[in-house]
């Protein structure tokens, strides 16, 4: 995120009601370089790394955040735009942008992931779609890899010159984290297919909300849990073990949270979407979910 001052540009949420597949190696939008002619440092850039945000500004699209940003002098910039269809370069590679604070503007590139209106699941799997295959592309070039790859609220973390804490809550909010995107670019960047599963907006927003979880664990009998939507010891505790053969809402909720079909049986689909959820975690790789895996999946 570069300023919360933008106004928003309102589009209407078109709310998919289904699931399909949308492999990753389907073609990359094509990059239009449109350079901004304010907010810019003219200072030099050589890239080490590649930050990733979230505009926070709902409906402005690529091409909405580029003419804002030509306009209107906010001391705030970014390398790439990405939205459902497009992805504008604003700033050249070897120029320092305005994002994440001074240290890491004179170390990385960045990519602003453009948020659609209201919560629309198939504009936001574009955009995950096309930040993928543009921070794949970016990597390749530069020979580097998922590591090179950084969120701005790493560097808030890291650098303490900003507090911002974007893209984290903005993937949340569509059933993926970080380490998942992080995780699908390192396969786009090894060529491998990405399948990604766009999931019904209601089931993404309801299922991944520990609110959802901890009511359904009252539900069954699991806890008698406050529904107060923060994952902490006691909602931990009441979590089960599950394994494949599980079904049920409990099974769907961490669907949800994996990104895989949230049809709430636990076959060998989701047991392989656990692996690697342990493996980028440096868990046991079994599949299982228990106590360290329940904690990563509720982010504690
Ligand atoms: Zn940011």
New binding site residues.
Partial sequence: ??SKKLIPFISAAVLSGTAFFMPANVKAAAVQQEYINKNRSHQALSPIGL?I??T?NEGATAQNNRDYFNRVYVAASAHYFVDWNTDIQTIPENEVAW??GPTANHRYLSI?MCMPYGHDAAKFNAVYQNTIELAASICKRYNWNANNIFS?YWCSMTFHQ?N?E??IAFLEQYGRSWDMLLSDIQNAINGQSVAIITQPAQSAAFYNSVASLQAELNKQGFGNLVVDNIAGPKTLAACPLIKQGAEGNITKWVQGRLGVTADGMFGSETKQAVINFQRTHGFTMDGIIGENTWKALLGI
Avoid: R, S
């Fill in positions: 995120m570069l930050v945000h979230d926070d994002h994440a602003e701005h900003t911002h974007d893209p």
